[in-house]
């Protein structure tokens, strides 16, 4: 049995359970887009107190900010109403280990051609953080962006940090 | 106070009820890469039963394909050693109600100008799905594409159905 086959599993009795009754919009609630790392050890519902309904999630290696993310971005508040983001990254961030050259010569060796973006690593996390909040304000695309604040999540004790 | 604030707050909650003795390593236990939409309607983690450790979770609008989902997953199999991939696309989708002409024309009597980048809205769920499986089983840079699956979820009854 694979673990996507286990996964289905949960799923049926997740759906046994479903709350048919409740049925939030597509809109938000909460009118907040988080953006964070896809870390296996960072749940953003957990660590912020989301639940079902309340705001877009997106993520990616790093919750960093690249078109894709400013794409879902634009679609959250264009058509979604959302209205703050919330940048989510963390300590011990794989991103922090591997530099773009030496991804890319790994990728070139197993591969065998490089690819045609950039790794998105980084060497230090505040820098990071502002680096995304910067991307974001300097787009376009995202018209409200009188709150968009960046945070990094400590593993070790489940605490946020705003990065200012 | 802005509902960031309010996220703020809930994650004192949430560190002071931390289980500083709990700490999984990076690699995710159940070597399991999760590709799902960000809408606000799905929690991925309850509708197939993850647990803090186990997966990586990848969002964005629509659960769609682009180099920035090769590039995390690439960086997922690589360096992390995931091994399967399970894609979560879902009923009532935004990315369903509008077209890319008609988004990019919004872009541009907003923002004066079109993207670079592609909306990846879709008017066909199950090929949107079939169409994001293909993407990962086509890159060069994703090694492990044995186990790459794809899903629908249904908002209203919280079942998952696999496309085939």
């Known amino acids: ?3 996507i086959d286990e996964l289905v599993k949960n799923n049926e009795a997740f759906a046994a359970g479903f ?3 409740r049925q939030p919009p597509s809109q938000p609630a909460r009118r907040v887009a988080i953006v964070a790392c896809m870390d296996a050890r960072l749940d953003p519902y957990e660590v912020v107190g989301l639940t079902i309904g309340d705001a877009h999630v997106i993520r990616n290696a790093g919750g960093v900010i690249t078109d894709d993310e400013i794409r879902s971005l634009a ?3 264009h058509l979604l ?3 703050e983001i919330m940048l989510i990254h963390h300590t011990d961030c794989g991103m922090l280990n591997v530099s773009n050259e030496e991804f890319h010569q790994l990728l070139e060796a197993q591969a065998g051609q ?3 973006w950039h790794t998105m690593s980084f060497s230090d996390l505040e820098e990071d953080v502002r680096d995304s909040i910067w991307r974001i304000k ?3 695309f995202i ?3 009188d709150s968009v604040r960046g945070f990094i999540y400590d593993i070790a004790t489940g605490r946020l940090e705003e990065v200012t």
Do not use: A, C, F, L
């Open 1 to 3: 049995m694979s673990v």
């Open 19 to 21: 709350d048919h009754e």
């Open 75 to 77: 679609i959250s508040q």
């Open 81 to 83: 109403g959302t209205e």
């Open 114 to 116: 490089r690819p045609p």
């Open 138 to 140: 300097e787009s376009p």
């Open 143 to 145: 018209p409200k962006t």
